[in-house]
């Protein structure tokens, strides 16, 4: 469930004439833009995107960009978006900022959608960079990264519910094989060979690769993603282990993604702000809840302690707060 | 009584690609159980067994189920979607004896939309993704290839970035050189180019290698693909040429209608006949009406004929 709260009723004309008149003046005026784009759902932003360029002949998000900062900035302008716009942004973000591809949001393009919206987002990819997803990622990773993520972008899973029991045994075995055997004994080496790693989790359906983990683990007597847990250096493992998790259950997963960030392990900010970002008007809800079972405290909680000012404002509207100015 | 002229056409009409349903209709429909006796004792097709009668060989029957079963391939593909005709083409290549090429030439071919409407399609008939069952039955080196050329969704504007088409030849080039020491398919660098980069841009990096007289016209995995994704008229038009030749293996007639059935209303039918007069000196239609028979000889040549 979303934990957005938006009005039924809106003037995207007005809402455009605030906004306007929040960016005249000295400075901006963050809060009325918070309060406004906070309790906008897509299709309301979309209108008031509309309404700007119509009554100030301007780009809203050209104005967001020039007007605002920082970590807040970079919240709102993906928040403005339309969510498969936003999804495609993300992605080239992702690819093309750092010198280093982030691959987690690259699984998490590809893992948390449908076959379908994956299709939509690489569309919309095509669409604003005129070149495809899997071309840019491609030419910005190699080797068995590289390999990896092309495959899950590329793929257009089956979506039925049958699963082949036989097919799970003999792929949980030859998951086992290469695992552990490419270790040379104890955990912690890198994988000596991905192949058929890659070939399952980038082909299998989601169905057929539950059955599988579930081999794995009485097969194995540890579960597939512990068998990977070893050296955190090692990239390409993590992003394998991340890949599964994100295949086992998709919100403890993100709920994962977000603990980091808050907790600044691993990769920085971005994290807590794009999950956010992309899941209030979808199921940020059900995340809350594994956050709070997880971690004794609220996200909101957390969210409040970590960031401050206008991004934590901005953060907490989304995740439904109303009473924080 | 039956004239030895009647035994040769008899045996004529079923003994080329496709059956002369009339020529065998008017032979037939005339000879009586003698006509019929002297006949199987003539002819090729028939052995005497050791209990005394002259049995069938069997090869032949085989072969006659083939040649009369064409028309009801080529009007039952004709009549089908065009996702499902992609997607049964591509499932009867991934369980048949490898036939890689059908694969390639499908993935290569189709447009994005057309390509993603063969998979979708797959989902529904086959209750499996192409690329899992790609990936599964195939476990030698063209797998990457093959799963990457299927799971393709290139974009289709025209926009080319010089540079990287540059740069990109370059890499494809050296992988061509090497190509005695290592197939160019299991190169990483050549996967990701060939299975990820968009037409135009690959058809730039072909232009590139025109310019120093590699042609990429052989029958490696590598200038298939090249060629499929470049130049598909004269692939097509290669392919066509094969399934007309004497003495062609099933799998190779069996082109002739998958060619043609599969690109009779795309616009590259019209380049396909250019390529191939170019290429044979002979109007595709000519060739046919000499090489093919009866009713599914009727049917293709109607299919080559429209929009003219």
């Keep these: 469930m979303a934990t957005l709260l938006a009005p039924e009723d809106f003037s995207p004309g007005e809402d455009a004439m605030a906004l306007n008149k929040a960016f005249k003046g000295w400075g901006t005026d963050e809060k009325a833009i918070i309060w406004i784009l906070g309790h906008r759902n897509a ?11 119509q009554i100030y002949l301007e780009d809203l998000i050209k104005k967001l960009k020039s007007e605002l900062s920082g970590d807040f900035k970079r919240a709102v302008c993906h928040w403005i978006l339309d969510p498969v716009e936003r999804e495609a942004v993300l992605a080239y973000e992702a690819i093309i900022k750092n010198y280093r591809t982030d691959y987690r949001v690259i699984l998490e393009t590809a893992f948390t959608k449908s076959a379908e919206e994956l299709l939509t987002v690489k569309r919309s990819y095509q669409f604003l960079y005129k070149s495809s997803l899997e071309e840019d990622v491609a030419s910005h990773t190699a080797g068995d990264m590289r390999k ?21 045994h003999s792929e949980a075995n030859i998951l086992g094989d290469e695992i552990q055997g490419g270790r040379g004994g104890g955990g912690g080496g890198a994988l000596k060979g991905a192949e058929e790693i890659i070939r399952i989790l980038s082909t299998r359906s989601r169905p057929q690769l539950l059955a599988t983990f579930n081999y794995y683990k009485q097969i194995h007597g540890i579960s597939i993603t512990k068998s990977l847990d070893g050296n955190p250096a090692d990239e390409f493992s993590e992003a394998l282990r991340a890949a599964i998790q994100c295949i086992k259950n998709p919100k403890r997963y993100l709920q994962k993604v977000v603990r980091n960030s808050i907790n600044r392990v691993g990769t920085g900010e971005d ?55 | 009584m039956a004239l030895s002229h009647e035994f040769q056409a008899l045996t004529k009409s079923f003994s080329g690609f ?38 069938w060989v069997d090869h032949h029957v085989d072969f006659l189920k083939h040649e009369f079963l064409r028309l009801k391939n080529a009007v039952v593909l004709w009549t089908m979607h065009p996702w499902e005709r992609d997607a049964r083409l591509m499932k009867e290549a991934i369980d048949g004896p490898q036939a ?49 050329l299927v799971s393709s969704y290139r974009y289709e504007g025209t926009k080319v970035h010089e540079e990287i088409v540059k740069s990109e030849a370059k890499i494809l080039c050296a992988a061509i050189k090497n190509a005695d020491r290592k197939n160019p398919i299991e190169d990483e660098e050549v996967v990701r180019i060939v ?37 598909p008229q004269t692939y097509f038009s290669k392919v066509l040429d094969a399934s007309l030749r004497h003495g062609a ?36 239609s000519k060739k046919i009406d000499d090489e093919v028979n009866g009713n599914f000889k009727d049917f293709l040549l109607t299919l080559i004929a429209r929009g003219e």
């Excluded at chain 2, 390509?115 to 399609?121: E, N, P």
């Design chain 2, 195 to 231: 299975t990820t980069r968009s037409k135009p841009h690959l058809k730039a990096i072909f232009q590139h290698f025109k310019g120093i007289n590699e042609n990429l016209d052989g029958e490696s995995t590598f200038d298939k693909t090249m060629q499929c994704l470049c130049t």
């Design chain 2, 18 to 55: 496709g059956v002369d349903e009339k020529s065998m209709i008017s032979v037939l429909g005339k000879w009586h159980k003698d006509d019929i006796k002297s006949y199987r004792k003539e002819s090729p097709h028939f052995v005497q067994d050791d209990r005394l009668f002259e049995k």
């Design chain 1, 148 to 168: 990896f993520l092309v495959a899950v972008v590329s793929v257009y899973r089956y979506e039925g519910e049958e699963i082949k029991e036989g097919v799970a």
């Design chain 1, 271 to 325: 994290a807590l702000s794009r999950v956010i970002v992309t899941h209030a008007e979808k199921d940020l809800k059900e995340m809350k809840d594994v956050y709070l079972q997880k971690n004794g405290r609220s996200l909101d909680d957390a969210v409040a302690s970590e960031t401050a000012g206008n991004y934590k404002a901005f953060l907490l509207t989304l995740l439904g707060n109303q009473d924080y100015f």
């Design chain 2, 249 to 284: 293996d099933e799998n190779t007639k069996v082109a002739l209608t998958r060619v043609i059935v599969t690109r009779a209303d795309e616009e590259d039918m019209k380049e396909i006949k250019e390529e191939y007069h170019k290429q044979h000196g002979v109007s595709l």
């Design chain 1, 43 to 53: 299709d309301q932003r979309k209108q008031i995107r509309l309404a700007y360029q």
């Design chain 2, 100 to 148: 890689y090429g059908v694969i390639i030439e499908v993935a290569c071919t189709r447009s994005s939309e057309e390509l993603l409407g063969a998979r979708r399609a797959y989902h529904s008939l086959f209750d499996h993704s192409i690329e899992e069952d790609i990936a599964y039955r195939v476990n030698d080196s063209h797998r990457k290839l093959l799963v990457g």
